[in-house]
């Protein structure tokens, strides 16, 4: 047992804060920590809110603390911002649209760098989470980095997708149908009160009805909102309680939990593998005069040759 652990269930603020700069800088004891936090994981609701930026994410989760708060669940925040490509940490720091939340024991918001993660997450997003599902929170919410349309990750680690869309932003529904707009259990269109919130609305409703396969049995409700106002936060919210309660109804939920960890466990598999091939193409004389030397043959046949000779049993 990790000596973290104990501190942690007991949502001491201090051991939280640890154990994610523990994960985020990859330290030794990292693997002894997500071992220790793995049982109590798979349990809270995580929701991911992802858009284009300038959508209103932020201002958005900042309002939805306030209402689940009124409601007396505690809630942590994973804002992943982009990484300085100078020091690597988040280039805004704590979210200053939610420092009115920083005195509030009830809530845990940690802002934390992509560190080249180009999914709109960081790279060891998934595993942060493991911890503030640890240290008692009801809900979880994850804001992403402003996305495009291709950028999913966090469909792999957010258990309801809710895409920020505004009105008079370009053709949001066209340009992402094929791509973003896809992972979204519920669209929120936030700003209502500008013009052309109507038309979105309609291209939302016009692009669902033509949709022949739902994933997870789950059509995506439209939620409207005004998120610097507080307006739609009650909607917004009763949405996500209906999806978190269809997961578990349809047993969707206990398929994700098994999906996300057979992926995790090839993930690992995968990152040692690769470590393994490239400590050996700098140590192997054989290797390194396939890979550097011979280029009589093609990359195709350099590696077939590799790869008959792969030490499969000794890793």
Not at 47 to 62: E, H, I, Q, R
Not at 253 to 266: A, P
């Amino acid at each position: 047992m990790h000596p973290l652990l104990n501190r942690i269930l007991r949502g001491e603020p201090r051991a939280v804060a640890r154990a994610l700069t523990l994960i985020d800088n990859n330290a030794p004891d990292k693997r002894a920590l997500l071992e220790s936090l793995y049982t109590y994981s798979g349990k809270v609701q995580v929701v991911g809110f992802t858009g284009s930026p300038g959508a209103g994410k932020s201002t958005l989760v900042d309002k939805m603390i306030d209402f689940v708060r009124k409601q007396g669940l505690r809630v942590g925040v994973l804002a992943v911002d982009p990484s300085s490509p100078f020091s690597g940490g988040a280039l805004l720091g704590d979210r200053v649209r939610m420092t009115k939340h920083s005195t509030d024991p009830g809530v845990y918001i940690r802002s934390v760098g992509s560190r080249g993660g180009l999914g709109g997450i960081g790279k060891s997003t998934r595993e942060m989470l493991y911890v503030l599902e640890a240290s008692g929170c009801d809900v979880i919410f994850l804001e992403t980095v402003g996305v495009g349309q291709a950028e999913l990750d966090v469909m792999q680690v957010a258990d309801s997708v809710v895409l920020v869309l505004t009105p008079g932003a370009g053709d949001d529904v066209q340009t992402a149908k094929a791509g973003i707009m896809e992972i979204a259990h519920l669209f929120l269109v936030n700003k209502r009160d500008l013009p052309g919130s109507d038309t979105l609305i309609q291209e939302l409703r016009l692009m669902l009805h033509e949709k022949t396969l739902l994933r997870e049995n789950w059509l995506p409700p439209i939620v409207s909102a005004k998120a610097v106002a507080g307006e739609g936060m009650e909607e917004l919210w009763q949405a996500l309680t209906r999806h978190y309660e269809h997961l578990h109804e349809s047993g969707f939920w206990e398929q994700r939990r098994r999906n996300r960890h057979r992926d995790e466990t090839l993930k690992l598999v995968d990152a040692a593998l690769s470590e393994y091939v490239r400590k050996r193409a700098k140590e192997d004389t054989e290797w390194k005069r396939i890979l550097e030397e011979d280029l009589s043959q093609d990359p195709y046949q350099s590696a077939e040759n590799i790869l008959t000779n792969f030490p499969w049993k000794q890793l």
